[in-house]
């Protein structure tokens, strides 16, 4: 989630409560959202709360042939996990494991295999009693087109996907990844990206 949604900050997750990318696929019946990514205006689930997004991304993995193998692995073979997505074809960037791994090691989420299934269960019992007061989270207006600069580039801040970016600056993310030479939808802070 934190690599997906960049820490909670992407448009997806902020506007739709969408951490993992999830698109449509058949038999989606919940609310819609349509961004630039594969193609123009492909479909994304918006989600009422976080959770659900994480919910259904642990459906996603579970109930997938290509995944299957996945599940013969250690829960806390982190490593080995994150080449395994990789191979099973989840992600397109050939990175991603190495990314996912180091997020993982920057933040000790490798902590979290410790807890005590009965520590679980005291927490899934605060949870459901803090359920009822969760409230959605807020939309926010749609950010203005920004003029590009006089050179023609865009600087990458804090919180950015390549949709926001399109979105202020009127490029589509098409153009914005040919122009750039991206093979896939990872950005990072500070980089220059062509705007023309």
């Known amino acids: 989630g934190i690599l997906e949604s960049g820490n909670g900050r992407s448009t997806l997750a902020s506007k739709s409560n969408n951490h993992f ?3 449509c696929h058949r038999g989606w019946t919940g609310k819609r959202v349509y961004h630039d990514d594969d193609k123009k205006d492909d479909c994304f689930r918006k989600y009422k709360y976080v959770e659900n997004s994480y919910d259904d991304h642990s459906k996603f993995l579970t109930q997938r042939k290509r995944y299957a193998f996945l599940f ?18 989840y992600a397109t960037d050939r990175k991603y494991p190495s990314k996912l791994i180091r997020i993982i090691e920057n933040y000790k989420l490798y902590d979290f295999d410790k ?3 009965s520590d679980l269960k005291k927490y899934r019992k605060q949870l459901k ?9 807020k939309t926010t207006k749609q950010s203005p087109k920004i003029k590009s600069s006089s050179k023609g580039v865009y600087v990458v801040r804090k919180g950015d996907t390549l949709y926001s970016i399109s979105r202020k600056t009127g490029v589509s993310v098409k153009d914005l990844k040919k122009l750039n030479g991206l093979k896939n939808n990872t950005i990072h802070i500070g980089r220059r990206l062509k705007l023309k």
Do not use: E, H, N
């Not at 829960?75 to 996990?81: A, C, G, H, I, L």
């Not at 080449?83 to 099973?88: E, H, N, Q, S, T």
């Not at 009693?129 to 989270?137: D, I, L, N």
């Open 21 to 23: 990318g999830i698109k």
């Open 115 to 117: 807890v005590k299934k």
């Open 72 to 89: 013969k692995y250690r829960t806390s073979d982190y490593k080995r996990w994150a080449r395994g997505l990789k191979k099973a074809g």
């Open 129 to 137: 009693k803090r359920k009822s007061k969760v409230v959605p989270a």
